[in-house]
C-alpha cells in the first residue's frame, strides 16, 4: 500500500498569497511525511480550485519538494493549446528531475466547458485528438498531425521529458465501464466515489488489467477519501462537521449560480451523509486507521489518496492531521490485504 494526496485547492477566506504560501509549506510536509504523490485538480471560474493553471502552481511544488512526485488530476485537455500544454509538460518533467504524474480527461463541469467558448458535445473528440498528439509529440523530434480540431506538419519539438517514453498516466474513474476503459489504455486509476460505487470499479480495473498487463509495472489503483485525524475522535469529528460543509459549498458554486445539479450526481451535503458513504473518514489515528482498513481490506486498491486540506481546515490543523496519519495510520496500513491477483 502506497499513500498520496489529493487536492482541489478549494478557497478559503485567506487572502490568495497567504493561502498559496500555506498550502506549499503544507506540501512540504508530504514530502517529509513520504506520500509518493501530489494530485491536483484543475478548474475554473469558482472558489472549488483556485489552481486554474496547475502548470503554475506546480512549478512552485517542484522546486519546494524533493522526492515527491506531483501532477494534475487532470489535466482538462480540450481546454489547452496542444503544442503550449506538450511545452509545458516537458518543462515540469525537467524541472521537477522526472517527478511529474501526468493526468489527462475532458473535463468534468458543463459550465466551466462553456466558459471557455467549447462546446460540450465536441469536447470528447478533442480530448481524443489532444491527446493523441501530446503522446506523439512526447516522443518525437518533430510534430505531424491531420485531425478534425488540430492540424501540424513537420513542427519541430524543442523539448523532451526526463520519463520516457512520457511520465505516468493518470485517469478519474466513476464506473466499471471507465475504469476498463483506463485499464486498456494503461492509465493508472483513482476512484473519488463512495464505497458502493469505487468497489467494483476497482475490481473490474484489476481484472482487464491482469487479462492485458503481464509483463507491465503493477498499476496504481487508487481510493481517494476526505481524511481528517486528530488525537481525538471527537476533535477530528469537530473539525471535520465544520469544514466538509464549506468544501461542499465551493464544490456546488457554479451548479447553484445556474440552477443546476452536478453532472455525475449529488455529493454528500454534510459530514454525516459523507462518513456514511465512506468518502470522508475523521477519528484519532487508531479510529482512522480501522475505518480505512476496513475499506481497503479484500479490495483491488493499493494505492490511498487522503484529501487532507479542506474548507476552513487551518495550516495548523493539516499539518497535525498529517503528522498523525504518518506516524499512527501509515503503518498501520501498509500491510492491508488488498485483493489477489
Known sequence: MEFGIFDHLDRSDLPLAQFYEDRLSLIEAYDRGGFYCY??????????????????????????TRALRFGPLVYLLPFYHPL???????????????????????????????????????????YDE??????????????????????????????????????????????????????RRGFNIVILDGTDEVLPAGARYREVWDEIGKGKPDPKIGLCRFIVVADTDEEAIRLATHAYPLWYKNFMHLYTSQGMQPVLGARPTDYESAARDGRLVAGSPQTVAQKLGAQLEGSAFNYL????????????????????????????????????R
Open 39 to 64: 494530485h491536483l485538480a484543475e478548474h475554473h471560474s469558482t472558489p472549488l480550485g483556485m489552481a486554474p493553471s496547475p502548470s503554475v502552481f506546480l512549478s512552485a511544488v517542484a522546486q519546494r
Open 305 to 340: 489518496i487522503g484529501q487532507f486540506a479542506f474548507g476552513d481546515l487551518t495550516l495548523t490543523e493539516c499539518r497535525r492531521s498529517v503528522d498523525l496519519f504518518v506516524q499512527g495510520v501509515m503503518p498501520a496500513l501498509r500491510g492491508a490485504t488488498v485483493g489477489a
Open 130 to 183: 489532444v491527446f493523441q498528439i501530446l503522446l506523439a509529440g512526447l516522443s518525437q523530434k518533430s510534430l505531424t498531425f491531420e485531425g478534425k480540431f488540430y492540424h501540424y506538419n513537420g513542427v519541430p519539438i524543442e523539448l523532451e521529458t526526463i520519463q520516457k517514453p512520457h511520465p505516468p498516466l493518470w485517469y478519474g474513474v466513476h464506473s466499471p465501464e471507465s475504469a476498463e476503459r483506463a485499464a
Open 84 to 126: 503550449r500544454l506538450l511545452e509545458e509538460i516537458c518543462m515540469l518533467d525537467q524541472l521537477s528531475g522526472g517527478r511529474l504524474e501526468f493526468g489527462v480527461g475532458r473535463g468534468i463541469s458543463p459550465i466551466e466547458t462553456r466558459y471557455y467558448g467549447l462546446v460540450r458535445e465536441q469536447t470528447q473528440e478533442m
